[in-house]
């Protein structure tokens, strides 16, 4: 059966490493929104580094989930005291265990406080497209699939939650 890969993608207003109120709030609720994510009916699996690091996210093994990589519009630093990004990548059942997952509770909460943390780049944030059950997408996927949907719009290897695809490729 296959599984709905998902990739987010923002740019922080500031460093991870910043030591200002901001940066340890987005800290602090990602934490909590994760373990309230990875408990939700539908979701299988997020990118973690294999080796538990979590500090610089271009140096980290990531296992199955590839060599970190960043979409071309990012133009910040890539050192642990430079990088100013977030992001994900996960594997769902569905589009709806998704939608709700994000669009409600804590995360709801953080995006309409995601002004606060992130820059307003003019590209999309998120971008879905569908897995077989055996293959595990990696980070290149996802930045390939977002700037593919940035430069031609969604498509069934590239969709978005409001035009999306059924894993045959027709609109939902």
Known sequence: MPRLA????????????DPGPLTREFYASGEAIYGKISRHPG???HAEAADGDRGGLFDADWGAWGEFAVPTWYG???TVETTALAA???LWTDLRP??????TGLHREALNRRYDWFERTGHPNHVFWW?????TPTWQDGVSRLEDLHDHGTAPHAFTFHQSFTPDGRRR
Do not use: I
């Open 131 to 135: 897995v077989s059950d055996d293959m």
């Open 6 to 17: 998902l990739y987010t993608f923002g740019v922080l207003k500031s460093p991870l490493t």
């Open 98 to 103: 998704a939608f709700d997952a994000v669009y």
């Open 88 to 90: 994900t990548l996960s």
């Open 76 to 78: 910040k630093g890539r």
């Open 43 to 45: 979701y299988l699996a």
